[in-house]
Structures are given as C-alpha cells and as structure tokens.
C-alpha cells in the first residue's frame, strides 16, 4: 500500500502513542519528576490490563475512543521496564532504569519528529530523495549508521567526483584536440562539443531524478563546457551567429534553472544563470546587442527571485544584480556619442531602446520587491532594503547622463521621475494600510522616493537650490512624526538620513554661504535647516523609538545615539543663518566685513557653546553636554589659529573674550555636572 493510504493509519497511530506518553508524562509529575518527551512503545512492554485500554490500530481500520472510566490512574501505574520489574512508583525506579528511559525517550522524541515529517512530505508527493534531503536520514541527533560521529568530508564521494571530472574533461579535450588538428572540420567540432554538454546536461537531469550524488558533476561540467564551446565558436572562429548564441545560452540557462530549482541544487543554479549571462554580455563586447542582452537581465531577474521565493539561492540575485549594473553603465558611457561617430555607431548602440527599457527594468525591480513584502511568510532582508532605492538612484543617473544626448528637451524626463517618486510614495501608504500594525515595507519606497525627489529637485533647481531646502528639511521632520503614527522605526531612520541629506547639500552647494548671489534662497534655506532640525531633535529626545520591531534599535543604537545628526545638522544651519544675518547687518551699517566678519564667526560658534552647555547642564544630557564641549573646541581652535594671525584690533579682542568666557563657564558647568 503506498504511503499516500497509510497516512491516515500512522496519523491514528501518532494521535494515540501521543495521548499515551503525556498521560504518563503527568503520572510522572505527580510522582516527583517529569520527562518532557515520550516513551517509546518498543522500549515499555503494558501489561494486558493497561494495554487493553489502547487497542491496536489496524491500517485503514477506524479509531475508538476509549471510555473514560476505564482511564485511570491505575492504568499506569503496572507498566514494566524490558526486564519485567513493576515501575508502579517513582520511588521504586532504579538509577539504571531512569538513565535508560532519558536516553530512550530522547531518542524517541527526534524519531517522532522524523516521522512526522516524512509523513507531511509524502503527502506532498516529494519523492524518496527529495524527503531524505528535507528530513534527514531517519536517525536520532548523534546516532551514526555506523555509530561513530559524522566525519567533516566525505573523502569517498569527493575522489569519485574528481575522478568523474577527470574522465569527461579527458573526452572534452579529445574532441578539442581532433578539431584543432583539422581532423573534423570546425563547424562539426562545435557541433560534437556543444552535442557533448548537452548530453551531460541530460544526463544530470537523469542523475538528479535518481539521488545521485555525480548529478551535480555531469550537470555542472556540462553547462561549463557549453558556455566554453559556444564562446570560442563565435568569438574565435566566427562559426556561429550572435543570434543562434543568445538562442542556445537562453535554452540552456532556462534548462539549468527548472533542474536546479526542481532538485534544490543551489550551487548549479548559481553557476549557470549567471554564467549564460556573462557569457551573453562577453558576444561583442563591449558594443553586444542590447535589447537582447536587456531580455537575457530580465530573466535573470525574474529567475533569480523566484529561487529565492523558493528557498533554492538566497544569493543569485546579488549575483544577478552586479551584470544588471554593469550593463546599465556600459550602455550610458557609450551612448552620448560625439558628432563624428553618431552616424557609425548609433545604430548598433540602439538609442531608441534606451528609456523603454530602463523603465521596464525600474518596473520589475519595483514588481519584485512589492511581491517579497506582501508575502508574510517572507522575511525581509539587506537586498529589499536597498533594492528600490539602488534601481531609484541608478536609473536617474543613467537617464540623466543619456537625456541631454538623446533629446534637445529633456524636461520629461524629470517630469517622469517626479511621477515615479510620487508613486514610490504612493505604494509605502499603500503598504501601510495594508499592515497597520509595523507597516512592513513601506519604509523601502519612502527612502526610495526621497532620493529620487532630492535628486530630482537638486539638478532642476541648480543654481536656486536654497528655495528647495525647506521642503526637504520640513519633509525631514513630517517622517519623523509618521514614523510614530506608522509604527516603523525605518521611516524614523529614513527621517534621519534626509535631514543630514538636506543640510550637506546647503553645505555643499554653496547655497547658504555669504556673499550670496540669491540672498533671499540663503536665509530661507539656512533658517530652515536651523528650525526644523532643532524642533526634530527635540521630537527624537520625547519620543525615543520602540526597538520591538527594529534589528536597528534593538541590536546596534538602542539608545537611539543616532540623533545626534539633527542636532548637529541644526547647530550648522544656525551658524549659517546667523552669519548671513551678521554680513546684512555689516553692510547696513557700512563697515567693511573682513576683520568684523571673521571675528563674528568666532562669536556665533562661542555663543552656540554657551548656550549647548547651559542646557546640557538643565536637561542632563550627557550627548548636548559631549556637543557642546566639541563646539567649544572648535571655537577656540579658529580663535588661536585662524583668529590671531588674520584678524586684529577689537575683532580680534572679542573673539579671545568670547573664548575665555566658553572656559570659565564651561568649567562652572563642569563642577555642577559632577556634584
């Protein structure tokens, strides 16, 4: 009878062996001791009376419960060890008889778990291999066919398996050898080679369906030896179309995936979709067909998460990812052509393919990730993490690069990517109705979103860059807030990361620094980045995040150490916002802003010490009281090394002033702080 009809027969006999040893399990307990695992039926003999009271369950015959009157305490109280002797009272157990039943009921409790998951798997119809592989060898944890422990390498197995790529790499090279000689003809020996890989192929396939542990060296040999075979064809005798090479590396990865992903073979799945798909990119490098090679990455992609849905290669898709990027960058560096060449290469560079096909690749990178987070059972890592906002940030690059080359008006194409952005936006709300508890995911799209509007905004808004830091920075301070309502302390990060994002591109662009050509963009900018980074660092301190749901906060920044970017992101804004109000002042009053200005940059930073370290002292905070210290530092650093040998007269007295006051105070401070 198979084991799909014995199924319900061993559920039955599970059900009442079961029911048997947590009764005797409770006995036990009230005898002074307790086994948390079962007895096994071949190591307790019952006595006619007990056994009476569990009949023997018959294949297909139909269980009866037992009466309860008839369970009784006394039921267990007359069972045997092997040797006869009455166990009826746990006083009565001999130290022999308690070590025996300990290792006895271990054993048992590991061949109960063993059973039943080989039930569950032939139920699923798994064949015998498949359940070996998922269950394991049917032995208790320690126990060896042959009693010893598992050795670390299975030397027998690896020398056959050396030998076996001995022997077929000595057929490989005969075929080489006579085609080389012109013993065959070219054409012919490409033939036999590429007919010789397929029959490994084959034959793996075959192996796998067997157990076999040579199906992995017939199937990666022969994949190895069709990519090595198509590659010399076409590159070096030229024997073979580019076209009937994409065909045959398509087939033959698509081949190694449904082998692969049908026997669990992770390692040959990560050797041949790879390989077919560097072997695609190698036809004509570096001018290969690009659409083509845009069909190859896509399958690739759709390939590489489906085995990772599947359990099968949790890491194809990082091997996948790096010809994704390569590709993308060969294909942007190559495209904006000169003048000269435009009319030689533009055909093979395929221009009009370009942006159809960097938003399909955006598409399915974005398809994927929105599938792995709807799937509960699917737990999140790195790679979705970053994956949207990498495909966010990659494919504004490479379309940036490419626009200006491609189309004299390239408006659209930042119209297009505010779209995106927005719908980024979109899918994290999406994503939050959907869980309302963490609102699993959405913090991916937030962050992916962000990017793409900061990058978005900086190249439109280049030379008036400072109208657009309140946004940001504001924008900042909303995520922290939704961070809160959403339950996802990553959108808390997100909020973080954008508001150090918002004041390094003031910073870096120029746009709050004095003189300023749009004076109006710079105290707007600066005063917001100020503003707004003080009040989110203040938020942060009041609400410190929730670590139950976050590897971050529960592992690496319990504290949440983190915010102290904002408030450092604030103390910047100021100092900027109070420089731009120092040089409008020096030029209303008509004095020259050289010696007054450097020497009032010196005040700001003083004066912001002073005031960190009196509320350092107020709140008792030991990471303001750390800041404040730092600024202090940097106050005098500029006086006594900036200060003194450029600025002179009563600027220069002012700024020692103001240094030797943050000292005394600081050391006021300082004396409280330890009492």
């Known amino acids: 009878m198979s084991a799909r009809h014995d199924a319900p027969a061993c559920r039955r006999y599970f059900s009442v062996l079961l029911s048997?040893?947590?009764?005797?399990?409770?006995?036990?307990?009230?005898?002074?001791?307790?086994?948390?695992?079962?007895?096994?039926?071949?190591?307790?003999?019952?006595?006619?009376?007990?056994?009476?009271?569990?009949?023997?369950?018959?294949?297909?015959?139909?269980?009866?419960?037992?009466?309860?009157?008839?369970?009784?305490?006394?039921?267990?109280?007359?069972?045997?060890?092997?040797?006869?002797?009455?166990?009826?009272?746990?006083?009565?157990?001999?130290?022999?008889?308690?070590?025996?039943?300990?290792?006895?009921?271990?054993?048992?409790?590991?061949?109960?778990?063993?059973?039943?998951?080989?039930?569950a798997a032939m139920e699923q119809g798994l064949p015998a291999r498949r359940i070996e592989e998922k269950i394991g060898s049917g032995r208790p944890p320690g126990?060896?066919?042959?009693?010893?422990?598992?050795?670390?390498?299975?030397?027998?197995?690896?020398?056959?398996?050396?030998?076996?790529?001995?022997?077929?790499?000595?057929?490989?090279?005969?075929?080489?050898?006579?085609?080389?000689?012109?013993?065959?003809?070219i054409r012919i020996g490409s033939i036999l080679g590429m007919t010789y890989a397929a029959l490994l192929l084959i034959l793996g396939w075959r192996l796998y369906a067997t157990g076999s542990r040579l199906a992995p060296v017939f199937a990666g040999c022969g994949i190895l030896l069709l990519f090595a075979v198509v590659l010399e064809t076409h590159s070096h005798y030229a024997s073979l179309s580019a076209e009937g090479v994409y065909l045959i590396l398509f087939l033959a990865g698509a081949a190694v995936f449904t082998m692969s992903v049908r026997n669990q073979a992770s390692m040959l799945i990560c050797l041949g979709v790879p390989g077919s798909i560097a072997v695609a990119l190698a036809i004509d490098f570096p001018y290969p067909h690009y659409p083509v090679m845009s069909f190859f990455l896509l399958s690739?992609?759709?390939?590489?998460?489906?085995?990772?849905?599947?359990?099968?290669?949790?890491?194809?898709?990082?091997?996948?990812?790096?010809?994704?990027v390569l590709f993308w960058l060969l294909w942007t560096m190559k495209l904006p052509l000169p003048h000269a060449e435009a009319g030689f290469a533009a055909k093979g560079m395929h221009p009009g393919w370009f942006f159809p096909l960097l938003f399909v690749f955006w598409g399915v990178y974005l398809t994927t990730v929105v599938l792995n987070v709807l799937k509960k059972d699917l737990q999140l890592g790195f790679f979705e993490s970053i994956l949207p906002t990498v495909a966010?940030?990659?494919?504004?690059?490479?379309?940036?690069?490419?626009?200006?080359?491609?189309?004299?008006?390239?408006?659209?194409?930042?119209?297009?990517?505010?779209t995106i952005a927005t719908l980024h936006l979109g899918l994290a709300w999406w994503l939050a109705r959907v869980d309302r508890t963490t609102a699993r995911g959405s913090n991916v799209f937030i962050l992916a979103g962000a990017c793409l509007i900061i990058l978005t905004a900086t190249t439109v808004f280049q030379q008036n860059i400072g109208y657009i830091l309140p946004i940001w920075s504001g924008s900042a301070l909303a995520l922290a807030l939704?961070?809160?309502?959403?339950?996802?302390?990553?959108?808390?990060?997100?909020?973080?990361?954008?508001?150090?994002?918002?004041?390094?591109?003031?910073?870096?662009?120029?746009?709050?620094?004095?003189?300023?050509?749009?004076?109006?963009?710079?105290?707007?900018?600066?005063?917001?980045?100020?503003?707004?980074?003080?009040?989110?660092?203040?938020?942060?301190?009041?609400?410190?995040?929730?670590?139950?749901?976050?590897l971050?906060?529960?592992?690496?920044?319990?504290?949440?150490?983190?915010?102290?970017?904002?408030?450092?992101?604030?103390?910047?804004?100021?100092?900027?916002?109070?420089?731009?109000?120092?040089?409008?002042?020096?030029?209303?009053?008509?004095?020259?802003?050289?010696?007054?200005?450097?020497?009032?940059?010196?005040?700001?930073?003083?004066?912001?010490?002073?005031?960190?370290?009196?509320?350092?002292?107020?709140?008792?905070?030991?990471?303001?009281?750390?800041?404040?210290?730092?600024?202090?530092?940097?106050?005098?650093?500029?006086?006594?090394?900036?200060?003194?040998?450029?600025?002179?007269?009563?600027?220069?007295?002012?700024?020692?002033?103001?240094?030797?006051?943050?000292?005394?105070?600081g050391s006021v401070v300082m004396g409280r702080w330890h009492n």
């Not at 027998?156 to 790529?165: D, M, N, Q």
């Not at 971050?552 to 949440?560: A, C, P, T």
């Open 20 to 119: 048997t040893v947590k009764k005797i399990n409770n006995h036990l307990i009230r005898h002074g001791t307790s086994w948390y695992t079962f007895i096994p039926p071949s190591s307790i003999v019952c006595n006619r009376r007990s056994s009476e009271n569990y009949p023997r369950i018959r294949p297909g015959a139909k269980k009866e419960r037992a009466h309860p009157s008839r369970r009784t305490e006394n039921s267990f109280t007359d069972w045997t060890d092997k040797s006869g002797e009455k166990m009826g009272n746990r006083s009565e157990y001999p130290a022999s008889t308690v070590e025996q039943l300990s290792e006895q009921i271990r054993m048992l409790t590991a061949r109960v778990e063993d059973l039943s998951g080989r039930l």
């Open 143 to 185: 126990v060896e066919a042959h009693g010893g422990p598992q050795p670390l390498m299975d030397t027998p197995v690896l020398l056959r398996r050396i030998a076996t790529v001995c022997f077929l790499l000595v057929v490989a090279l005969i075929l080489r050898t006579i085609t080389d000689n012109r013993i065959i003809d």
């Open 300 to 324: 690739g992609i759709v390939a590489a998460s489906y085995a990772f849905k599947q359990g099968t290669c949790r890491y194809l898709r990082w091997l996948i990812l790096v010809p994704v």
């Open 392 to 418: 966010a940030v990659g494919a504004f690059y490479a379309g940036n690069t490419a626009a200006p080359s491609l189309s004299a008006h390239h408006a659209w194409f930042y119209l297009a990517t505010t």
């Open 482 to 550: 939704l961070s809160a309502f959403l339950h996802n302390q990553g959108v808390r990060i997100t909020s973080y990361l954008m508001q150090t994002t918002a004041c390094a591109a003031a910073i870096i662009s120029g746009a709050v620094r004095v003189p300023n050509p749009v004076p109006a963009a710079a105290v707007v900018g600066a005063a917001a980045v100020f503003l707004f980074s003080l009040i989110q660092y203040h938020w942060s301190r009041q609400n410190p995040p929730d670590g139950s749901h976050s």
């Open 552 to 665: 971050f906060y529960s592992r690496i920044d319990r504290k949440d150490r983190g915010r102290v970017v904002l408030l450092i992101s604030g103390l910047l804004g100021g100092y900027y916002f109070f420089q731009f109000l120092l040089h409008d002042l020096l030029a209303r009053l008509n004095i020259a802003p050289g010696n007054a200005l450097q020497s009032g940059q010196s005040l700001i930073i003083n004066i912001g010490a002073l005031v960190l370290m009196a509320l350092a002292l107020n709140k008792k905070s030991r990471e303001m009281m750390v800041i404040a210290a730092l600024v202090g530092v940097i106050g005098a650093g500029k006086v006594f090394v900036f200060d003194m040998f450029g600025v002179k007269g009563a600027p220069l007295v002012l700024s020692v002033f103001s240094t030797g006051l943050v000292a005394a105070f």
